[in-house]
């Protein structure tokens, strides 16, 4: 009986590999993302048409101004979208203001003398840390710029590996 070998074949080593899979998964996730983004601006429009249909008198000024910070909101996750496709990553500063918008947006629709004390003292709080992790992120060097981090440990990795190889090789010379 013939063991069964450990190797691949080159074949399947190359796409199970990484660079076919990542690729792949990627182009899947950028349709995932795209389809989102149609969505999301077929929803704006519909989200439009009603705010003008709200300024039609009788005028329901909370409702409008709902409507408009509603949409505000649409536009940053639009935003935050696009930004994923074009660098694959998510803005953190994009997605903090998208929350603090949407806090905002629920303390003035709902009124703030409407509104429990303890809500608005956990809204206070979360506004506190959305605004913290905004001035933390200013601060913070970009990772993004062409630089990878997790590429520089792979390289560094592969050069030890490469190191320890070659001392292996020279040990059995000698």
Sequence with gaps: MEPLSTSTSPRWGNWFNGTHIVRFLELIQDLI????????????????REMFLSLLPPLNFPRVTADILFLLILVELFRLLIIYLKEHRVSIGVAVEVS????????????????????????CAFLLVLGALLVIRAWIPP????VDPEQQVSRRHRIRFAQKMAEVENKLDV
Excluded: H, K, N, Y
């Design 33 to 48: 993302v795209v389809s989102l983004c149609i969505g999301l601006f077929s929803f704006m429009v519909m989200q439009l």
């Design 100 to 123: 603090i918008v949407s806090v905002l947006r629920e303390i003035i629709v709902r009124g703030i003398l409407e509104t429990p004390w303890v809500q608005v003292m956990a809204a």
């Design 143 to 146: 990772t993004f710029d062409g």
